[in-house]
């Protein structure tokens, strides 16, 4: 399989990121699309230092492009024709001059290309493959589908020769009316009698196709009730976790597909039954089931179409501002967010229909005093088409809305009254639209998931909290006013859902080790965690023990030190991060001196990470030893790879020594962390430099006294003892804790 096609069958949130990487049109998405086999098959590298090679790539595209445009004009694809058109004098504009400009772009998009498919199958390592789909389920729908399909095919059979045995029987009958007055009471009577027959029959068969008729009907509401209240909702349910980083499937391909063929079903029963009523008018008599029972199915069709139809508008993107994507839900005002609603249902009429959808906010908010009224600003009303996804489905993209507070007449702006602070204050954003198909009208109306509104930077994680937890645990999109008495939430819950904050951000997620940490923070020792409960505010509101910042943030300070510092040494999984100082002893203290794991700091509130180590004395104790936490401040002028590989002990008589060894258990640290060194050659560059060389190191002095390692393993102690930085040179304020070490050699 080329590229091209692996990556056209990714997750819509990829396939988004293809859409952005192909937003110019000096190499516009569609060429990519047409000429991907030979695209994929060019050697671009060598033509980026090759320049006749360049220009014969140059001009065998153009030659492509012009095939392709014939092909266009054959085809009477005349849109096509002009966007290939523009493209090929796009492409002389820009590249006529350069073509090996053309090989570094192109060679550029398929690297990054690339990329993308890496990002997705490293994710899908690192956290298993994503939630399989339910083949069973899936093969039902599929069966339901072709069940109804083909009941409808048949029922169109059944209704040609319904149609054929009426035409019959009213010639019949018409010729029997225009010689009535020729024929003999007995002929009559004898032909009366062959036309009483052929009506019995008819009816007989008009009550069957009915029958038959109603059946696939109900076939259709099974299905109707599959697709809505199993596939859809299972599906919204599957969007608000991967809102709060869930590793699931949101591609709404299946569903679009499977909504259309129901619709396509249904539409054509409704025309089948409009048919019926043609033939009934046509002939008719007394307790004629046209008449009677036809009616009934065609109202019930028209009920499910409708059901259908409305339940197939949702919101395929939920609102999210661009710089915090892994944060939807959470909208600043006056910042630019972006949303996108979408119709299952893609027929190509309804397609071709100027649907014009509408954004607002709070069409039923809750009448809580305080409670804050926003309008949208920006283009929040625009026409459904399928330009707005170039992999299909009938959407609409609102790109640049903002929100904007209005003023409240009693307490002026920003009053809240409420017992609820502004990050539990909960909004939903909604869409209408209309939709003329056939002799159908209707109304549609769906809403995003609740969004938290801030109108600060600095609530942003406390928002977000509020985003977590809601999605975490209530299913139920109207309830705005959840935070008024916030349920409590199982640790199993909590657990899956802190380890998806980590892998939704970075390629790791946190195991079991780790969760029972941050458990134990939470609840203290247990023996199971699983069924123990934690409140909203004990989450995100009440600070820590002896802290002064609650758990959420805490932990999304960590979060940002990772992101920022050293997401890659967390990716590979050289630190173990959360780990009790109990459990940190044990893993220690049986392992070889100079033995030591990096783990995070549980008293700093914007991050920080620590190392401990182990060291065996001559008299077979052993002391256990850690160092003060490294934060941003310090982590900003020195990598963390640094830190660990110049980090010195100063011991006796002021001789520093390297007390770091070995990554537990056993890996020697330069081969745990060479490929992050800086300078891994450094020695040799030594060799050849005259000049004075610098380097920032860290070095600690030993405690003047040691607690014994029995008070430690019985808990006597809280905390390890902490080897202070010591500085010999303040650089600056923020180097007040590092060494400015001169490296030099006699020439």
Not at 595 to 608: A, H, Q
Request: glycine fraction near 4%.
């Amino acid at each position: 399989m080329s590229q091209w096609e692996k990556l056209k069958q990714l997750d819509t949130k990829y396939l988004e990121q293809l859409d952005i990487l192909y937003q110019d049109e000096n190499f516009p998405m569609d060429v990519r699309e047409y000429l991907a086999h030979w695209i994929e098959t060019q050697d671009w590298e060598m033509a980026i230092t090759n320049y006749s090679m360049a220009t014969i790539h140059y001009q065998n595209l153009l030659d492509l492009i012009n095939e392709q445009y014939s092909r266009f004009m054959q085809e009477k694809l005349f849109i096509c024709q002009h966007k290939f058109k523009r493209y090929r004098q796009n492409m002389q504009a820009t590249y006529g001059d350069d073509p090996v400009l053309l090989a570094k772009n192109v060679a550029s998009y398929l690297l990054q290309e690339k990329m993308i498919l890496n990002n997705v199958e490293d994710h899908q390592a690192v956290m298993g493959q994503p939630q399989p789909v339910d083949f069973e389920r899936h093969q039902n729908v599929v069966q339901k589908l072709n069940a109804l399909k083909n009941a409808v095919q048949a029922g169109e059979k059944e209704l040609k020769f319904l149609e054929e045995q009426q035409d019959e029987f009213d010639f019949k009958f018409k010729t029997y009316k225009f010689q009535e007055s020729n024929n003999s009471e007995k002929q009559k009577a004898e032909e009366l009698q062959v036309l009483q027959k052929m009506l019995n029959i008819l009816d007989c068969n008009r009550k069957d196709v009915l029958q038959k008729f109603a059946a696939f009907i109900k076939e259709a509401e099974v299905l109707l009730n599959t697709l809505v209240k199993e596939e859809l909702a299972d599906w919204k349910r599957r969007q608000q976790n991967a809102c709060i980083g869930a590793p699931v499937k949101v591609c709404l391909d299946h569903l679009e597909d499977w909504f259309t063929a129901c619709a396509v079903c249904l539409f054509q029963v409704k025309r089948l039954l409009k048919k019926l009523e043609e033939l009934g008018d046509k002939v008719t008599y007394d307790k004629d089931p046209f008449k009677i029972e036809r009616p009934t199915l065609e109202k019930h069709v028209k009920t499910l179409l409708t059901n259908l139809i409305k339940s197939a508008f949702v919101v395929e993107n939920q609102p999210c501002m661009a710089p915090q994507s892994k944060m939807p839900l959470v909208l600043k005002t006056s910042s630019q967010f972006s949303v996108k609603p979408r119709l299952l249902v893609k027929l190509p009429e309804v397609a071709n229909h100027l649907m014009k959808v509408k954004a607002c906010i709070d069409k039923s908010s809750p009448n809580g005093k305080g409670y804050r009224k926003f309008n949208i600003l920006g283009t929040n009303e625009k026409a459904m088409n399928m330009t707005d996804s170039k992999f299909g489905g009938l959407c609409v993209d609102f790109r640049h809305l903002q929100l904007k507070e209005q003023k409240s007449v009693i307490g002026g702006k920003g009053s809240n009254e409420t017992s609820l602070v502004v990050t539990e204050e909960l909004h939903l954003i909604s869409f209408e639209t209309e939709l003329v198909y056939q002799d159908l009208i209707l109304k549609l109306e769906t809403s995003s998931l609740p969004v938290v509104v801030i109108s600060n930077a600095s609530q942003l994680l406390s928002g977000w909290a509020s985003v977590v937890w809601y999605n975490m645990l209530c299913s139920d999109v109207q309830n705005m006013t959840f935070f008024s008495n916030p349920p409590t939430a199982l640790w199993s819950q909590l657990s899956e859902t802190l380890s998806w904050q980590f892998s939704s951000n970075t390629k790791r997620h946190l195991d079991t080790d780790q969760l029972d940490m941050l458990a134990e923070k939470l609840f203290g020792p247990q023996e199971n965690y699983a069924d123990c409960y934690i409140t909203w505010a004990k989450f995100s509101k009440e600070n820590l023990p002896r802290q002064n910042f609650s758990f959420w943030l805490w932990l999304q300070g960590i979060l940002d030190l990772i992101k920022k510092y050293f997401e890659n040494i967390w990716n590979d999984g050289l630190i173990i991060g959360f780990v009790s100082k109990k459990r940190e002893r044990k893993l220690l203290k049986h392992m070889q001196s100079g033995t030591f794991l990096l783990r995070f700091s549980e008293s700093s509130k914007d991050g920080g990470i620590t190392f401990t180590w182990v060291e065996h004395l001559l008299n077979g104790e052993y002391k256990i030893r850690s160092v003060e936490p490294y934060t941003k401040g310090h982590l900003t002028n020195i990598p963390l790879s640094e830190i660990v590989r110049f980090y010195k002990v100063m011991a006796e008589e002021n001789v520093p020594e390297h007390p770091l060894l070995y990554l537990y258990p056993n890996i020697p640290k330069d081969e745990a962390f060479g490929k992050y060194y800086l300078d891994s050659d450094a020695d040799v560059q030594l060799k050849h430099n005259k000049y004075l060389r610098t380097r920032l190191i860290v070095v600690s002095e030993r405690p003047p006294t040691e607690i014994p390692p029995a008070m430690i393993e019985e808990g006597l102690v809280d905390d390890l003892p902490m080897l202070s930085k010591m500085s010999l040179l303040n650089v600056s304020s923020l180097l007040s804790t590092l060494i400015l070490v001169e490296l030099f050699e006699t020439m």
